[in-house]
C-alpha cells in the first residue's frame, strides 16, 4: 500500500522548471503525491489531459483486464464465464445486457483507490482514471459510439449529499466529451431501496429488490456506466428497466471488475 500524505498538501501540483534544451514539468501523483517529472511538448500543451497524473509505482499496481475474458460480462476467463451462466439461468434477466467491459481487476491497490476517490471525496483522482477510460472505450466501444446513449447509474439523493458527486457521472463525462455522445439521467433510483451493494453478501445482492425506474424511454442503443461490476445485479437491474422501454442493445461499461 502506498503511503500517502494529507491531501492539503496538494497544494503546489505544478511546477515548472526551465532547462537550457527543454522544459520540463514537474507534478506530483495524485494518489501518493511521488513527484513526476515529464518534458513539456507540443501534444500535451494542446492536450493536457494527454498528462500521466500517476507516478511510475502506482501505475505499475493497477491491475490491468487482459485477454481472454468472458466475452458477455469482461472477466478474465477462457470462456462464458459462472456469473454469467447463471444470468442466462434466469429468464427475466437472461438477454438484457448485451456484454459488459471494465478496465481493472478490482485488486486490493484499484479498490484502494476508488475508496479514496468515492468515499473520502478525492475527485482528483478521476484525472488520472481519464486516459486508461478513453483509451478503453475507444477499444470496446469504438465503432457503435454514434448509436448510443449514455445512462450514468444514478444515486439516491442521500448518497449523492454524502459524497458530493456521482461517480458514475463522472466516468460517463469523460466517455461524452472525448466522443460527442449525450448522457441522458433516465434512469432514477427508488429512494426507498438505500442499503449499499457494498455491505451486503452475494446471496443479497443477487436477491435485492430493482431500485430502478426510467423517467423518460429511450429507443436508442444504450451504454450504462458505472464504477465496478461485482456481481452484476445493479446492472442487470437497470439493464432490464431500459430493455423493458424499448432499448434494443444494452451495453454496461465500469472502471473495476
Known amino acids: 500500500m502506498s503511503s500517502r500524505k494529507n491531501k492539503s498538501d496538494r497544494s503546489s501540483h505544478q511546477t515548472n522548471q526551465n532547462y537550457e534544451s527543454e522544459r520540463i514539468l514537474t507534478m506530483q501523483c495524485l494518489y501518493c503525491f511521488t513527484p513526476i517529472i515529464t518534458s513539456v511538448t507540443w501534444s500535451n500543451v494542446f492536450y493536457p489531459s494527454s498528462f500521466q497524473h500517476f507516478c511510475s509505482n502506482c501505475l505499475e499496481q493497477l491491475s490491468m483486464i487482459e485477454k481472454p475474458i468472458c466475452p458477455r460480462c469482461g472477466r478474465p476467463s477462457n470462456n462464458l464465464c459462472i456469473d454469467c451462466h447463471r444470468w442466462e439461468e434466469r429468464p427475466d434477466y437472461a438477454n438484457v445486457l ?15 483507490l476508488i475508496t479514496q476517490w468515492k468515499y473520502q471525496g478525492d475527485y482528483e483522482l478521476i484525472k488520472g482514471f481519464a486516459p486508461f477510460i478513453r483509451k478503453a472505450f475507444s477499444a470496446n466501444f469504438g465503432q457503435l459510439a454514434k448509436s448510443l446513449t449514455i445512462i450514468p447509474i444514478p444515486l439516491t439523493h442521500m448518497r449523492a449529499y454524502e459524497r458530493a ?11 461524452a466529451n472525448a466522443y460527442k ?3 441522458i439521467d433516465a434512469l432514477k433510483r427508488n429512494e426507498e431501496i438505500t442499503e449499499k451493494q457494498s455491505k451486503k453478501s452475494r446471496y443479497e445482492r443477487l436477491e ?3 431500485p430502478f425506474f ?5 429507443h436508442t442503443n444504450v451504454l450504462i456506466v458505472d464504477d ?12 432490464k428497466q431500459l430493455k423493458k422501454a424499448g432499448s434494443p442493445s444494452i451495453y454496461s461499461f465500469t472502471l473495476a471488475r
Do not use: D
Not at 103 to 112: D, K, R
Not at 165 to 175: H, V, Y
Open 228 to 239: 465496478i461490476y461485482t456481481t452484476g445485479m445493479t446492472i442487470h437491474h437497470a439493464a
Open 98 to 112: 448485451k456484454m459488459n467491459r471494465s478496465i481493472f481487476s478490482y485488486s486490493n491497490f484499484v479498490q484502494e
Open 181 to 183: 455522445i449525450p448522457i
Open 208 to 210: 435485492t429488490k430493482n
Open 214 to 218: 426510467l423517467s423518460q424511454k429511450l
Open 165 to 175: 458527486f456521482n461517480q458514475a457521472q463522472a466516468i460517463a463525462q469523460i466517455i
